[in-house]
């Protein structure tokens, strides 16, 4: 079982801030994943990375950018945070053993709030 | 049509009986299904995934997928009222490492 973590779990800002959300894994993956969800609703993709300086834009539309400059570490980045950004962001890894298949594991999330 | 089509519920089941879940996927060159649970304000928890045509059986979860039909399922058996959560349904991209994941079906076992 992978651990992953993420920091801050909640986080209440106000317009215009700049803020960055941390999600490190101890696993050793290779892949790392950010997904945005509102409550009770999907999940969507919104950044992926398949190994360091190696980053893509995912399914949704984001304003947030990313950076894997360490396997362990990929942290998302807000340059100047709106309400519309208020929601959970999940950072998930995975990392393909010999004979086993690409199993994403899930951080604990973020839930923010922008004022 | 979405990627990955599940009832959103809620279903109800009684203790003890069994909770039977589908879901159905457009991308035909999808080759490994994964399910996970997620509690309500938690993150997703992996349950089981499965690559093969057919049943497969981890505990008291049974998942059957039908790559023909493009229709993969999840049984719980013996519901408890801890199974109570919204259970996604998630297909592997053929194209990458990427998952879809589905709405969700949530599950409600009542005592």
């Known amino acids: 079982e992978a651990d992953i973590y993420q920091t801050p779990r909640y986080l209440v800002i106000g317009t215009g801030k700049k803020i960055t959300l941390e999600c490190s894994q101890t696993m050793g993956h290779d892949k790392m994943y950010w997904y945005q969800q509102d409550p009770g609703m999907e999940l969507h993709l919104i950044h992926y990375s398949y190994g360091v300086n190696s980053t893509e834009k995912g399914d949704l539309s984001s304003e947030s950018t990313v950076s894997r400059i360490r396997t362990e570490h990929f942290p998302l980045t807000l340059e100047s945070a709106r309400p519309s950004h208020t929601s959970q962001y999940l950072c998930a890894s995975s990392g393909l053993r010999r004979g086993s298949t690409d199993t994403q594991y899930f951080g604990p999330g973020t839930r923010l709030t922008v004022l | 049509q979405k990627e990955v089509e599940q009832n959103s519920g809620p279903l109800s089941v009684p203790e003890g009986a069994i909770a039977s879940l589908n879901c159905t996927y457009s991308d035909r060159g999808s080759q490994s299904f994964f399910w996970y649970r997620q509690y309500s304000g938690k993150s997703p928890e992996l349950i089981m995934f499965?690559?093969?045509?057919g049943d497969k059986e981890d505990g008291r979860f049974t998942a059957q997928l039908n790559k023909a039909s493009q229709y993969v399922s999840l049984l719980i058996r013996d519901s408890q009222p801890s199974d109570s959560a919204t259970y996604l349904c998630a297909p592997l991209a053929a194209a990458g490492n990427k998952l879809t994941f589905g709405g969700g079906t949530r599950v409600l076992v009542k005592p």
């Open positions: 499965i690559y093969s045509n």
